[in-house]
């Protein structure tokens, strides 16, 4: 896959050809998760299901965090691809992969250690607590194969390959299936190989990313010598991504607070949250993938100085968000028993009644995170990510306060109306400043 410049040509095709295969590939990855609670639900039982789903909240803090700092490596080479700078752009690559070592090291190191106890913080009933917290330190081991395969992704994708990474997930997330199916559904072998076989489709996918980079790109090549870390590089990395970083690991920490809520219902809303939070998952992706493509665009475009792209850019983004919401909202509707019978055996109607409530209500309220994720693209793209920061932290206070307010008024379709609620407040903060910021911007230099 050669390296594509989207400072030139059709605006349209760019953001839908780039996106098209980051929704693919993260569909990919939610499906390996999705199928280890499917496994997990329906051959070890709804306790283990609900074991999955307590930890869920803490990997995802630990994923979006390190994709967070990804994600703000990805800007930087993005405007050094854009302004065809390649040696900074081999800089700045080879600072996020030896940061990203002792990083997810350490974050590993830490995780493992304080499994059980973030577990019993979030008072995870004691019937699931060992099999819980053996489950989130397994998954811990895994934390550099996961650095390493987004840094490298996000390499890939700042010169505008989103496909190749793609390629990879699609493998591992086969391997993951196809070894759960195996080791849990024929040979019953327990949770414990849950975790392994996602360790080991992450690190497949690193691997194949290292082989293919070596093989095919050499913009992206790093020599012996080139393993260095460059300080100012890393300080403006740290500055981008740091900042991403907080915003990613927000969303987590909102849902573990909420998962601290919902762990007061009993065992079969734990289950059903855990099953509709998947579902959730697969709604919202593709809405963060066309976010991921605006930024791009407009990091490149930025870095070549072709301004007046960049709001045509983003203005295309917004359209393809809401043409997808009305996808979405209704294959939601209409499927929503299907996908919830998914998760649990038959005579577990009660989890599946609770599920399609909660569903039928986040079916409309999908449009609002389209329209934030939008925005929030935009911005990352511009390098102001103190409001995407701002945004995402009001957005989820917001959504714990109203879940802790609902919850026991109106049970899990409160989640729902906190989510709408945090949402909505998002977009009053960030609309008003977009205007703001592009107003101001363009004195400085015609935007």
């Known amino acids: 896959m050669a390296a594509v410049h989207m400072t030139e040509g059709n605006i349209t095709r760019h953001l839908i050809s780039y996106s098209i295969p980051l929704i ?28 999955v789903g307590t930890a869920n909240p803490v990997m995802s803090i630990i994923i979006l965090g390190i994709s967070g700092i990804c994600i703000g490596s990805s800007v930087i080479m993005s405007e050094f691809f854009g302004a065809r700078n390649y040696e900074q752009l081999k800089k700045e690559m ?17 995780g493992i250690l304080a499994s059980r106890a973030l577990l019993k913080a979030l008072q995870v009933p004691a019937e699931i607590l060992d099999t819980a917290a053996l489950y989130l330190r397994i998954i811990f081991l895994g934390a ?20 190749t990474p793609l390629k990879f997930l699609a493998f591992s997330s086969v391997l993951n299936g196809v070894l759960d199916i195996i080791l849990i559904g024929i040979f019953r072998m327990g949770i414990i190989c849950s975790a392994a076989t996602t360790v080991i489709a ?20 790093l020599r012996k010598q080139e393993f260095t870390i460059d300080r100012m590089l890393l300080k403006r990395t740290l500055q981008f991504g740091g900042i991403t970083a907080l915003q990613q ?12 809520a919902v762990n007061t219902m009993g065992i079969d809303a734990i289950a059903t949250f855990n099953a509709v939070n998947r579902i959730d998952d697969y709604a919202c992706l593709p809405e963060q993938s066309i976010s991921h493509g605006i930024t791009t665009f407009t990091a490149q475009n930025r870095g070549a100085g072709k301004k007046e792209r960049i709001l045509q850019g983003f203005r295309t983004g917004l359209t393809l968000e809401f043409c997808y919401w009305i ?26 009644a609770l599920g399609c409530s909660y569903l039928s209500l986040m079916a409309v309220f999908y449009l609002f995170p389209g329209f934030t994720n939008g925005f929030q693209g935009f911005f990352r793209g511009m390098g102001n990510m103190s409001i995407t920061l701002l945004g995402t932290f009001i957005q989820t206070s917001l959504r714990v306060i109203f879940v802790y307010l609902l919850v026991p008024r109106i049970g899990l379709n409160g989640v729902a109306v906190a989510c709408a609620v ?10 008003p400043y977009c205007i703001y910021f592009v107003k101001k911007t363009s004195k400085e230099s015609p935007l």
């Open 24 to 51: 693919l590939g993260n569909l990919f990855q939610l499906t390996y998760n999705a199928v280890d609670s499917i496994i997990v639900g329906r051959f070890i039982g709804k306790e283990a299901l609900a074991a």
């Open 327 to 352: 996808l979405i909202c209704a294959v939601t509707w209409v499927l929503k028993r299907p996908f919830m019978q998914l998760f649990v055996t038959a005579g577990n109607e009660e989890v599946v």
């Open 202 to 221: 992450s690190a497949a996918s690193a691997i194949l990313c290292i082989l293919y980079i070596y093989k095919k790109i050499p913009l992206l090549q």
């Open 144 to 163: 550099p194969f996961t650095y390493f395969y987004n840094a490298l992704s996000a390499a890939l994708k700042s010169v505008g390959d989103s496909k």
């Open 249 to 260: 690991a927000c969303q987590p920490v909102g849902k573990l607070l909420i998962q601290g």
């Open 422 to 431: 945090g949402w909505s407040a998002m977009l009053l903060v960030e609309i």
């Open 94 to 110: 080879s600072t996020t992969a030896v940061f990203g070592l002792y990083f997810s090291v350490l974050v590993a190191a830490l």
